[in-house]
Structure formats: C-alpha cells, structure tokens
C-alpha cells in the first residue's frame, strides 16, 4: 500500500486515511511510516461557528489554489451532530467538491468523539494529505469554544470565520479570538451590522497590534455566496504565508505544534497505562463505594487513590 | 463561612461557588466539607445548541417549581465564546431573572477552558446548590457534540432543546440524541419543519423504546415565547422524576454519574503528578527535538517515554 500511495494513487491514499480513523497499532505504524515525508504541505484551518459560511469560503480558496497550480486536500469536519448548531451536511455535498477534479482530494471527518480526540485525529489526517504530496491542505471545522486552544495547533494558518449573527458585543469576545486567528473574516457582510462588527475588530486587532510571532490579526469582509471580498481573502492569506515564511517564524509554529501534539499522545498513552493496572483498578472500585456512601468525596477519593499509587 | 452557608446567607454561597470557581486547594476542601450534605437536590440539564431558547424553557420552568414553592438553584453557562455560535447574554441579563425572589438562585459559569474543565466545574457548582438547599438545580449548557458523553453524567434528567433548524435529517443524529436525552424539545414549533422533526424524533424513540433505566425518550414540542408547550414539559419533567424515584433508579444513575466524576479527577490527577516528574520532563524535551528534527514520529516519541518511563 505505501509504494502506491508514494505513486500517488488516490485509492491508497483513501486507505490510509481510513487506516487512521480506525486507530490502534495499524494507524501508528501506518503514521510512523509516514512521518518523514510530512512538512511540505501548507496547512490552513477554518473555524468557527456552524451556518457561518465556511464550506463557501473554502471552495473560494479551493479555486483560488487550483487555479495556480496547486494540489489541494481538505479535511472537512462533518457536523452530524445535532448539537453543533449548524446545517447537516452529508458525505455526498461535500465529495461533489472533489468531482472531476484530481487536484482536490477531500475527506469528511464524523464529529462525534472527544473534542480532543477530533483535533488530534484531523491533524494525523493531514499528515496523510501532506506526506502524499497536496501542496495546500485545508482543515475546515466546526468551531467550539472549548477547542480554541487546540485550534491553535492545528495548522500555519488559522482563519476564524463569523457573521454578524455571532455577537453583537465584540469585548466578550476578542481576546479568545486574537489568540486563536491569524485572519477574521467577517461573512455575509451584506447583513446589517456586518460593518460594525469589522470596524469593532478592526480596532481592537490594532489596538492590540502585532502578536506572537509579529503578525497583526488581518479582518476581512466577505460575501461568499455573491463571491465578494474572495480574493482579499485570498491575498490576505498569502501575505500571512509569506509573514510566516521568513525569519524562521513557520518552523517556531510548528516546533510549538509538535510539543503540543506529542504532549497530548504522552498524555493518552499514560492514561491508557492508568487504567491497565488491575491494583488501581480494584482500589478504584472500593474506593467509589466510599464515595456512593458519602464516606469521601470524589476529589479526596482521587486524591488518596493516586497517592496510595505513588508509594506503591 | 461554612456556618453562615448552612444558616442559608446567599452570599456566603455565593462565596464558595467563586472559590470553586478559583479552583485548586481552597476548592477541594470546601467540596470535602460539603459533600456529605449534596444529593437531596433534583438536577436537570437542559442542553442544546445556542439560539435554541433554552434559557427561556428554563425560566417557564422555575416559574413552574417556584409556584409550588420549591426552591431554585440555576447554573448558566454564559455563551461568551464567539465559537458558541449563539447570542450572547452578559451576567446582566441572567441576572435579572432571580431578581426579587431569594427562592431563585442563578449562577452563570463562562464557558472558556475545557468541554472537560466546565463540565466538572458545573457539577461541582451544582453540588454547592444542593448542599445550600435548594430543592431543584437546573444547569443549562450550550451542547456541542463533543460534550455529548459527558451530559448524561450531570444530572438527573437531561433535556435537549432542538428547533426546526437544528437539522433536517433526524436520521443523522438520533443515536446521540437518545442516549443522551431523557425529554427532547422541539422549540419554535411555530416554525416550518416543526411537525415533521417532533414526528420523525418520535417515531425513532418508539422505535427504539424504552433505553437504560427503562424509560423511553418523551419528546416535546414547545413555542416558549408563547408559553406554548410549557406545562407539557413540566409534566414531562414530573414524569420522569416519578419514574426515576422508583426502583432504585435515580441511585443507579448517581452512581454511575460519581463514578464517571471520581474517574476524571483520578486522570486528571494522574496527569498533573505525571508533569511533576523532572525526568519525564527532561525526557520530553530531548525526545520533541527528535520529533522536530523528524527522526521519530509524535506516537513513536510517546510511545518510547512511557515505556521507559515503566521501566525506569
């Protein structure tokens, strides 16, 4: 399979990515076999809220990219859960993206699973993409509030996209934003208060002036469907990429994308480890029928747990 | 101020909810000391995406408890991420429900730091509420997929509120949604679409019939500006308590919701001891600078520092 997917087989490259999704030892051979040939890729990742407009843009990026030769994979996170707020989207609208063009390979991603367990698993899918050689790979998800951090780590790129449905108080909002967006686009600028909702960024983004990394947050506002403020989009990107790719600011970003990631799988595995030692195991289940009985508390209860295992 | 507390001062609750809040020692002790006097409370959960009028449900429904004079604790999560994809209401707004009536208590929670992080926040807020005296404690949350797994653990009787926009493919989400949801709301029911989504959401629940505990998922359709729909949920909501006071229901449920808190805490424990190891911290660092120089991969990288951590 590996020497057809170094051929550029897409059927391979499918595979792999399937191989990944079931996870266990198949998918970090596989991964491990894989790692050497990942990094070449440019890597962009869209969030934020559901019905915000995203998969539009994306196709927008998607054209601009093609339309300059370059080879695009996108990792598009399938919002099947009804929680996420958003339209339900299903395999066959996002794959009709991909119909008729070999150029554009695109992978639909289920949602369900930990918040944890999605960025870490769109992240290795990306590794496939890029180790099998699209130049621009395109991670587009459902944002939440509670994964802003991890969005962080997911790519060169993160583009945050809103409209002006999202909130009509920009000081709640602005400091998880600015941390997290290297680009805002203000979509569906043809809604009223689409404007002020740039212009309230705008300032802030200047007042707070150049973050981590020297790049000052770019707002840009957008009317996908009409097709409006596209190629700003377009530019804006490539002027963080070439921000990025000078003073060695693309490696420091993903040195600080590779810590997180290994930290989270050191973490994963030390948890997994956890749970296989049967003493702790016992202890745990004696332990929870003191706290049934109100003889502890579940935090005392974790505590004496794990202190009882520290001196062995 | 454990005194004043158990004399019933609400700003000595008030106190404790921002020392939870503050987390760390001070938290842990206080949870200790008022853990022995939690579990009288009824918790129910209302969940669902931003927009869908859970606070206003949630407002018919103190009303409903407050008329029969029980007593209220309401735990909020204030939507002030711009990734929630909803409105966004300040404590204010929150705030001026519980105005004028000390049988309400509101105590709003912002929804940054972890899906994993707030949903034990919120247990342990809500604990507070129980050992203060309240007879009712509703935790309203904005449902994201990820979190799913997690709301069946925080209270007794979870509600999760839909609209005719929450999607138009009931097939896509119905397994999530009944394990999870003891009553669904459909809300807006003036809108288009609402008919067919309470039917099909019912003709799945009776196809599935009754889940664990035995009891089968009741849906509801509401107008909540209206008040539409109102008093079915309350009888719903009573239903469902009827059922659970029953044959040991409601004890089996809290068991299984201690367990799942006292195994977090146990991770989330074993996590920060595994972080105070110098070795195993020096150990990461000599092995993220192979994985940046690409000559391991992050699975083999954590792989390699767990296993030799087992060793050593």
Chains 1, 2 share one sequence.
């Not at 992240?123 to 509030?145: K, N, P, Q, T, Y």
């Not at 979509?187 to 150049?210: E, Q």
């Not at 963080?240 to 994308?257: I, K, L, Y």
């Not at 948890?271 to 702790?280: G, H, K, S």
Request: charged share 30%; proline share 2%.
């Amino acid at each position: 399979m590996l020497e057809r997917f170094a051929a550029g087989d897409v059927l391979a490259a499918s595979r792999a990515m399937s191989t990944i999704e079931r996870g266990g030892e198949g998918a970090e051979s596989l991964l491990d076999a894989l790692y050497s040939k990942t990094g070449r890729a440019w890597r962009i990742a869209f969030t934020g809220p559901g019905g915000a407009g995203k998969s539009t843009l994306v196709d927008g990026m998607i054209a601009r990219e093609r339309g300059r030769g370059q080879t695009v994979g996108v990792i598009a996170e399938d919002p099947s859960s009804p929680f996420s707020g958003g339209a339900i989207l299903g395999d066959r609208v996002r794959m009709a993206r991909a119909q008729g063009d070999a150029g554009v390979f695109v992978r639909s991603l289920a949602s369900r699973g930990s918040a944890h367990g999605l960025s870490s698993l769109a992240g290795e899918l990306a590794d496939v993409m890029d180790a099998f050689g699209r130049d621009v790979v395109i991670l587009e998800s459902m944002g939440v509030g509670q994964a802003e951090a991890r969005v962080r780590y997911m790519a060169d790129c993160t583009v945050v996209v809103l409209t002006p449905e999202s909130g009509d108080d920009v000081q709640t909002m602005k400091s998880g934003l600015l941390e997290v967006a290297d680009v805002i686009v203000v979509n569906k600028s043809d809604r009223p208060g689409a404007d002020a909702l740039a212009a309230d960024l705008k300032s802030v983004a200047s007042l707070r002036g150049a973050g981590l990394g020297g790049w000052e947050v770019c707002i840009v506002q957008t009317s996908a469907t009409g097709g409006r403020g596209i190629d700003e989009l377009g530019e804006a990107l490539d002027a963080h990429r070439a921000h990025m790719d000078s003073g060695g600011r693309r490696e420091a970003r993903r040195r600080e994308a590779l810590r997180e990631r290994t930290r989270v799988m050191v973490e994963e595995r030390a948890r997994e480890e956890l749970w296989r030692d049967p003493t702790l195991r016992q202890q745990f289940d004696a332990i929870l029928e003191a706290v049934v009985n109100g003889r502890t508390s579940p935090h005392r209860a974790a505590r004496d747990l794990i202190e009882s295992r520290r001196r062995g």
